[in-house]
């Protein structure tokens, strides 16, 4: 009896072909099977970093928003008895928006200073670099994440304050609380970013948070208006971003601020989203040369 073996061609096997028949569905070697944005990896990566800062919400979430209302508790007792008003409001009124927005800001920049720094100090920075992701998705999914938990850090705060007598939270201008606060927790987020791809320790990280971020915190006039200050150092609070964080998410709430006029105000906002874009050109220069990442 003869055997037909037409179908399988000399010296080939019919699993051989079948395996080439297959690989036809795949593109040549060098050419990306993802093109354009790639949602999936985006959102997965993203997720990642919102549940891991979920785990320990206690930590993350709640433990800023009792440590700010202990800010308010001490100040307002410190400073404003006996009916003390700034900017035409109560004291305790007037120092709540820039302690909500403080708290966004430095929680921005702590949950996205751990990203690629834990990833290297425990040897893991492997699931960040492998992944089919470009550096402008590795850089939106952890600034997204900081940002996700600025704005819970946020209203955490925002529903601290309300538990102090006296504090009033009204918003006057919608669009300078979304704004402000968006672009405050942007701007923190990118440079935790950049002190995660430059750290190579916990030190280093703490260094930056501690001699930075928190000075700047702190002295852009979160709990004054620079008007009570000297010539100089109100020029040095002008240069500070944070002073334009906090005078413009404090502006959406009183209708007013120590930045001026509400044309300065929008002009304050134009500024700091040229710098937000400015600080993402520079981030995305550093994620593709792989700096301290790949070396």
Known sequence: MERNLSA????????QDSNAAGSTRFPPRGVPMITGINRVGLLALYMKEVRRFLKVQTQT?????VTTLLFLVIFTVALGRGGREVLGVDFASFVAPGLIVMGMMQNAFA?????LLGGKIQGT???YLMPPLSPGELMAAIVGAAVTRAIMVGGAVALAMLLWPGVSLGVAH??????FGLMGSVMLGL???ATSIWAEKFDHNAAISNFIVAPLSLLSGTFYV?????????????ANPFFYVISGFRYGFLGQSDIGSSDAVMLAAIGLALLNAVFALAVYWVL???????S
């Open 111 to 115: 949950n996205s200073s751990f990203s």
């Open 174 to 179: 919608i669009w300078a609380v979304i704004w």
């Open 8 to 15: 399988t061609p000399t010296g080939a096997t019919p699993s």
């Open 191 to 193: 440079i935790g970013l």
């Open 226 to 238: 620079i008007d009570n200050l000297a010539p100089a150092f109100q020029a040095v609070s002008l």
């Open 288 to 294: 593709r040369s792989g700096w301290r990442l790949k």
């Open 61 to 65: 979430i709640w433990a800023p928003a």
């Open 125 to 127: 920075i492997i699931d």
